[in-house]
């Protein structure tokens, strides 16, 4: 049976909602407050916010000083916030990738490793002890669809109600406008995803000092 009072836990894959927001909307760095982004689209949905889980990858401040900075600055007042964060180091490996033109090209591209087995475990290990009736997964990574599977599992072993949730943001410019297979798909539009907007720019004024090894 359907609980009177549906309470969700926020699961936010940071890196994945970033390039969803830029492609969508052309934002160009993570403007968004992870804690009050669960709590406007919980409360859309008539749900009740318990607390917001956040997933990033953080380079090295070696590789990528300036994005080092931003996380580390950010990261800390989240923490205030009561967002809990998880982190892994964000590595850049030079990738080539194919041109229209038939040429190659080699950039950068920063890569992370164990974000979704992390997001993932934290879904099926917080249903299980009974801390919420909805997931909300901001994310399009389908790599999470299985776990729709063993949280509808957990529901018939425990008796109760669970649902998940995938949200994301999408316009006419998004190139991907699917939500996570096998959960319920909330599309953000500007309006919405802009109610979240963080007012700190983390971003430094100027560029951080490179360590060395």
Request: charged content about 20%.
């Amino acid at each position: 049976m359907k609980p009177l009072t549906n309470r969700v836990i926020g699961f936010v894959d940071g890196q994945n909602v970033f390039y969803a927001a830029k492609q969508a909307f052309g934002y160009s760095y993570p403007n968004f407050n992870p804690k009050v982004l669960t709590e406007v689209v919980a409360a859309a949905q008539g749900w009740t916010a318990l607390g917001t889980r956040f997933y990033t990858g953080v380079p090295d401040p070696v590789d990528n000083p300036f994005w080092n900075y931003f996380w580390t600055a950010k990261l800390a007042v989240m923490g205030t916030q009561g967002v809990v964060s998880y982190t892994r180091p964000l590595r850049y490996r030079n990738q080539t990738i194919a041109l229209p033109d038939g040429a190659s090209t080699t950039v950068l591209v920063g890569q992370e490793k164990g974000i979704d087995v992390r997001i993932a475990l934290d879904i099926v290990r917080l249903a299980r002890s009974g801390d919420y009736d909805v997931a909300l997964i901001f994310s399009q990574d389908q790599d999470l669809s299985e776990v729709a599977d063993e949280i509808r599992a957990i529901a018939r072993e425990q008796g109760r109600w669970i649902t998940i949730a995938s949200a994301y943001p999408s316009s006419p410019t998004s190139t991907n406008r699917r939500g996570i297979n096998k959960t319920d798909w909330i599309r953000l539009d500007r309006a919405t995803y802009d109610l979240a907007l963080d007012p700190r720019d983390y971003r430094p004024k100027t560029p951080p000092a490179v360590s060395t090894p």
